[in-house]
């Protein structure tokens, strides 16, 4: 017997896996932070989700119900849908995961586009699988770009619609055109985290063609527009088949009870998403035009946030200008992680904070337009 020893080494997937960086949230001391980096509502979680939340915590001592049967019955009641067909999950990133580990294996691939969501990569790198990324158009995803790069190897597209970091969406009709194009042995997984921002007549967030079809998934979640980020649920519309693989790996109580008690009032209060909306599509123009008063090229988005660019031929790197921002209390988000060295993703914020960071940049531009 070999007087060599072995150190346990994790597999090499994993080893090839960059841990996921979330956005800052510190400023200088003595300064006032507004976050602006991970994408939160600024109108925080609905007040009945804050009072179901707290009736929760009568009930601590208990297992959660593990099929959220509460939580999948209040989504299926506002969207029109089979409570047999939605899975909960602990965040959407959960559900990613739960798909990759269900249907990859080594020597598969799985696709995403260029600045798609890292979580993709770190999901099929966990599964042993390959990961394809496929250029984008003007940051947007290229349906034919990502039928180009399909061969009998790919087994999953994830496809961000809308995505972030770059706020671009696909209509509904070139979503179509891609399903069309792949194999039936692949799966489509529609990640539409930021579907309630969206005001676009072509935009659907894949409900329908999920219904239609047996290999279409579409994933939401409460972090964004329900102001529930830190409880993570997300869920997914799918076919029953990929309802039941991912029933059978998911952990037992994967949704805590507070999770499904606040999700659940969240979802059923239609007036204060409808508040969220405005909020977001007032100063979501309102910031947009604004940078362009700076000289700042930004991406169009149709999301709760927006991508600022920083062009070299100015001077004025996305690095400086997320340091002199972090100091004044304004926290962006870098995206050098996605690709994008010289932008910056800022989260449509508080009235307080989108015309602080106008003024913020004004300086650091030394701008004198009147914003």
């Not at 060599?4 to 003595?30: H, M, N, Q």
């Not at 961000?160 to 969406?169: F, K, M, Q, S």
């Amino acid at each position: 017997m070999s007087n060599v020893s072995k150190i346990l080494t994790p597999k090499k997937s994993v080893l090839d896996i960059s841990a996921y960086v979330p956005g800052k949230s510190r400023v200088p001391d003595g300064v006032k932070l507004h976050k602006l980096s991970s994408n939160e509502t600024p109108l925080g979680p609905s007040p009945k989700a804050l009072e179901a939340f707290a009736g929760a915590g009568a009930d601590l001592d208990k297992y959660p119900d593990g099929s959220s049967f509460a939580l999948r019955e209040a989504i299926a009641e506002v969207h029109g849908l089979n409570v047999a067909n939605i899975i909960c999950s602990n965040g959407s990133d959960e559900i990613l995961g739960l798909l990759a580990n269900a249907y990859l294996e080594p020597g598969d691939e799985a696709i995403y586009t260029e600045h798609g969501f890292l979580v993709y990569r770190i999901a099929i790198l966990t599964a042993g699988a390959t990961p394809v990324v496929v250029p984008e158009t003007d940051y947007r995803a290229d349906v034919d770009a990502i039928l180009a790069h399909v061969t009998p190897k790919t087994k999953l597209v994830y496809l961000a619609n809308p995505n972030n970091p770059t706020g671009t969406y696909l209509p509904i009709d070139e979503v179509k055109r891609l399903h069309e194009g792949l194999p039936e042995y692949v799966l489509l997984v529609i990640d539409a985290a930021y579907a309630e921002y969206v005001r676009r007549n072509d935009y659907e967030s894949g409900i329908e063609m999920v219904s239609a079809n047996k290999n279409v998934v579409m994933t939401r979640t409460f972090s964004k527009i329900f102001g529930l980020a830190g409880l993570r649920i997300g869920w997914a519309y799918a076919p029953l088949d990929v309802i039941d693989a991912m029933d059978r790996i998911r952990g037992p109580f994967n949704v805590n009870a507070a999770a499904i008690a606040a999700g659940t009032a969240a979802i059923r209060d239609r007036t204060h998403v409808s508040k969220s909306v405005d909020h977001n599509e007032e100063w979501l123009n309102w910031i947009t035009e604004a940078l362009g008063n700076l000289g700042l090229e930004t991406t169009p988005s149709v999301g709760n946030f927006v991508l600022i660019h920083f062009p070299k031929t100015r001077g004025e790197t996305a690095a400086d200008a997320d340091q002199f921002l972090t100091s004044r209390g304004y926290v962006l988000r870098a995206v050098t992680g996605y690709g994008l060295p010289n932008a910056l993703r800022m989260t449509i914020g508080s009235e307080e904070a989108n015309r602080g960071v106008i003024e913020a940049l004004k300086d650091f531009l030394g701008a004198s337009d009147n914003v």
